[in-house]
């Protein structure tokens, strides 16, 4: 059974840091990875998506790689803002199944 | 702006009732998969439509059901509302089946069962 875990599970750093939020699963037969973004009491705004036989994949200050072999991802984020603050969500797809998994989320509050 | 909109955004019942949940996704969209988010967790899959029959459903019982329409529309119904139903209900929608492609999500409803 696929689990999904994300640490930490709240992090507080000053504006201007880079950091790193880290997303790990059990089982990696994985078809595709995506991270999203949630604002409280809101949906879901997707942020990168990494097919299994993608490593990583950009979008301006948002880094994500995937290590399917060490059941891992990480999503990196420069020179971090307040309008970062948000809780991040890390899902994905095992091979041959049909429902996306998610973590528990990182939330992420950026001080100004 | 993902382009999937979820109606009503707020909605109270009452415990053993029935509730009716409206998704709109974006055109071309084949797949919407509905999602339940309790406070403080992660989502968790209920199930999902492709081109109005249901391909895979998670560990939720019968009284959760849903339809979907070809006019890229769907819903989910919950029936004899349990205090535990109260969540946020997230559609999201993608090209193709599963999420081979991108999800985009709506803005969920929150349901409070009392």
């Known amino acids: 059974k696929q689990e999904v875990t994300q640490i930490p599970a709240a992090l507080s750093v000053p504006e201007g840091e880079n950091l790193v939020l880290n997303c790990s699963f059990t089982d990696s037969a994985i078809y595709n990875l995506q991270w999203f973004r949630q604002d409280p009491g809101k949906g879901l705004t997707s942020l990168l998506l990494i097919q299994s036989s993608q490593r990583e994949q950009t979008s301006g200050r948002l880094n994500a790689s995937l290590d399917k072999s060490s059941g891992r991802s990480t999503l990196y984020i420069a020179a971090s803002q307040p309008g970062d603050s948000a809780t991040y969500l890390c899902a994905l797809l095992n091979t041959g199944g049909f429902k996306t998994i998610f973590g528990a989320g990182t939330r992420l509050f950026v001080k100004a | 702006e993902t382009g999937v909109t979820q109606s009503p955004t707020h909605l109270i019942k009452t415990r053993g009732q029935q509730v009716t949940l409206r998704c709109s996704s974006q055109s071309g969209h084949n797949t919407v998969s509905w999602y339940q988010q309790a406070l403080g967790q992660g989502p968790q899959f209920i199930f999902q439509?492709?081109?109005?029959?249901?391909?895979g459903r998670g560990n939720f019982p019968p009284r959760f059901s849903g339809l979907q329409f070809p006019n890229y529309s769907s819903e989910l119904n919950v029936n004899a509302l349990e205090l535990d139903d109260s969540a946020l209900y997230l559609c999201?929608?993608?090209?193709?089946?599963?999420?081979?492609?991108?999800?985009?999500f709506g803005q969920g409803t929150r349901l409070t069962v009392v």
């Open positions: 439509y492709y081109r109005e029959e249901e391909n």
């Open positions: 999201a929608s993608s090209e193709g089946t599963y999420f081979h492609t991108e999800a985009f």
